[in-house]
């Protein structure tokens, strides 16, 4: 009995396609980098500071700090190994695997930044484990695509056309009017723009990863205007990424920004995938709704890691707060102590 439903449930799975693997070892090395770059560009950003003006009040000492640039190094490599990843399968495979540089950014945060991680911390690591996992075997085969032009007529559908122009409304409001307000107080400002942002940078980067794997292939996509369209986009916006994630990373703690820049960035790209490539679509119901529990599960652990963050520094935020209001309002290191009244703000 017990034969005939191991064998049910391998014929009902048929195991992940080759390309999904690939798209796998790559998003999972990418953690890796991208989570050991937060730490190294902090540290980076820190000694940058000391010495100049510092990136969270519009500096940009920190170009000329050679730890700041091996961090980039780093995420770049990173961003690589996820730009592949993109070409091979679904960004709803891809993009939650982004939790394992979150438990990576989190230990390191913990060992080299002194931030200390809770127990309960730990706990966080684990449901992020568990729900990628759910969701890697889960996810769905990539959509076969031979062509960037089906890639454009994809993005050029009206659901997707609206979804990218709320994002740059958004985008344009905060930067505008938020930003100079709150951008120093409140840490879902910096992280909101990145994010938005971000789900058209993976949309992109997607497109463009499909036009380089067929050309490398022997299709050769570099002729199409739309390939070309698709790179401008990219570089725009992770310029534009870069910018504030470096402004959030120097103004808030490492170990928040990260968490929630995820879940943030996560859920807006699984929302920008199913719209414009209609991932679902291939999907049952039972699929779906597994995939949505794993990635509650992912959000359980980031939550846990930010709460728990705040536990462990509670006695000791408590004594620096009345030590140092008599600084302006900052710590040593410059970072607004108000920033972590307006985390616990709704």
Request: with cysteine; hydrophobic share 50%.
């Given at each position: ?101 979150i438990i990576i950014s989190a230990v390191l945060a913990h060992i080299i930044l002194r931030e200390k991680l809770h127990s309960f911390g730990i706990l966080g690591c684990v449901l992020c484990v568990v729900g990628s996992t759910t969701i890697v075997l889960h996810a769905p085969q990539e959509r076969e695509i031979e062509s960037v032009t089906q890639v454009w007529d994809l993005a050029t559908e009206p659901a997707f056309l609206l979804y990218a122009a709320l994002v740059l409304a958004a985008v344009f409001i905060l930067v505008v009017h938020v930003i100079p307000q709150y951008g120093q107080t409140h840490i879902m400002v910096y992280i909101g723009v990145c ?152």
């Amino acid at each position: 009995m017990a034969e005939e439903a191991t064998q049910s449930w391998m014929f009902s799975y048929k195991g992940m396609s080759s390309d999904n693997i690939k798209g796998l070892v790559l998003a999972t090395s990418s953690s890796f980098f991208i989570g050991a770059s937060f730490i190294i560009k902090k540290k980076g950003l820190k000694k940058a500071g000391a010495s100049g003006v510092r990136a969270g009040v519009g500096g940009y000492s920190y170009l000329y700090e050679p730890l700041w640039w091996v961090g980039m190094i780093a995420m770049i490599v990173g961003e690589i190994a996820n730009f592949a990843a993109y070409a091979f399968a679904p960004a709803i495979l891809v993009t939650p695997l982004g939790a394992l540089s979150i438990i990576i950014s989190a230990v390191l945060a913990h060992i080299i930044l002194r931030e200390k991680l809770h127990s309960f911390g730990i706990l966080g690591c684990v449901l992020c484990v568990v729900g990628s996992t759910t969701i890697v075997l889960h996810a769905p085969q990539e959509r076969e695509i031979e062509s960037v032009t089906q890639v454009w007529d994809l993005a050029t559908e009206p659901a997707f056309l609206l979804y990218a122009a709320l994002v740059l409304a958004a985008v344009f409001i905060l930067v505008v009017h938020v930003i100079p307000q709150y951008g120093q107080t409140h840490i879902m400002v910096y992280i909101g723009v990145c994010s938005l942002v971000g789900s058209l940078t993976v949309m992109s980067v997607k497109a463009l990863g499909i036009a380089l794997k067929l050309t490398f292939s022997g299709v050769n996509q570099l002729l199409y205007p739309q390939t070309w369209v698709f790179t401008i986009v990219v570089v725009t916006c992770v310029i534009t990424q870069l910018n504030y994630l470096n402004k959030a990373l120097d103004t808030f703690n490492t170990a928040v920004v990260s968490p929630i820049y995820y879940v943030m960035f996560t859920s807006l790209t699984i929302l920008a995938s199913v719209i414009m490539f209609k991932d679902w679509d291939r999907q049952n119901p039972t699929q779906i709704v597994t995939e949505m529990c794993a990635f509650v599960t992912i959000l359980s652990g980031t939550f846990l890691l930010h709460k728990t963050k705040d536990m462990a520094d509670g006695p000791v935020a408590s004594f620096h707060l009345s030590k140092l209001t008599e600084v302006n309002g900052f710590d040593p290191e410059g970072i607004p102590l108000t920033c972590s009244e307006s985390l616990q703000s709704p």
